[in-house]
């Protein structure tokens, strides 16, 4: 899923608030959402907010968006990784870009749903970097049936696609998640219930699937998914 474009593209955002600013990850994000900045206004290699704002003097929209993603990019870069995608995503309009799109919207949310949940408890770029560099490697050592002794293999329904294992987990089937709560109805449902069924069929001995009954402070339901399977909650008094 770190490939993905939406994952990518928050990746370059954060690498150009809290790194170099360079001129290829800038053309990743600088029109989502639509800021009117085109690339013939980029010179080569680093990219210097004043000189963009000069050029664009004599365009008070593009002048005004040019201030004020320079302000949102100098917050991002003393924010923790977190902070920081949260505020790409609300602050500044990413979010909205994702509900613009024609096509594939709902796995674009996934995708920048996925990215904010990994660079939670991550302190530095570099940290992330490297858990995506492990994520990559756990999947090449999936794929070749390389196991090593003492570890599992922690995976997407997406990513666990074409893999075999003798015993699965499938935690936190509950109504809301799986399927997630903007993919409830249609062809968005049915996708859902397919890598559902993917999710399950890569046991090839023992699948174990749960449910949480509470979400925080708010009760939980299980997965219709689950009913659909024959399961059927307990009777509780009270």
């Known amino acids: 899923l770190y490939a993905h474009p939406v994952c990518q593209d928050l990746l370059a955002c954060l690498r150009f608030a809290k790194r170099a600013r360079t001129r290829r990850d800038f053309l990743r994000f600088m029109n989502r959402p639509c800021r009117y900045i085109s690339r013939e206004m980029l010179p080569q290699g680093q990219v210097f907010f004043p000189a963009l704002c000069k050029a664009a003097e004599g365009n008070p929209v593009l002048y005004e968006n040019l201030r004020k993603l320079q302000q949102d990019i100098g917050r991002i870069a003393g924010m923790d990784l977190y ?99 903007k993919s409830a109805s249609g062809a968005s449902l049915e996708e859902e219930r397919r890598m559902f069924y993917v999710g399950m069929t890569r046991a090839k001995e023992r699948l174990f699937l749960s449910w949480h009954k509470r979400s925080g402070e708010e009760p939980a339901l299980p997965s219709r998914f689950l009913t659909e399977c024959g399961y059927r909650p307990p009777y509780e008094n009270g």
């Open 83 to 181: 902070a920081a995608v949260c505020y790409i995503r609300r602050g500044m309009g990413y979010d909205r870009w994702i509900a613009q799109q024609d096509k594939d919207k709902e796995n674009c949310q996934k995708a920048a749903d996925f990215f904010l949940r990994s660079v939670r408890g991550l302190k530095t770029l570099e940290q992330l970097e490297e858990k995506m560099r492990e994520y990559g490697r756990s999947l090449e050592r999936a794929q070749k049936g390389e196991r090593r002794e003492g570890t599992v293999d922690i995976l997407t329904m997406h990513g666990a696609k074409g893999l075999e294992y003798d015993v699965v987990f499938l935690p936190g089937c509950n109504e809301g998640q799986i399927p997630h709560k």
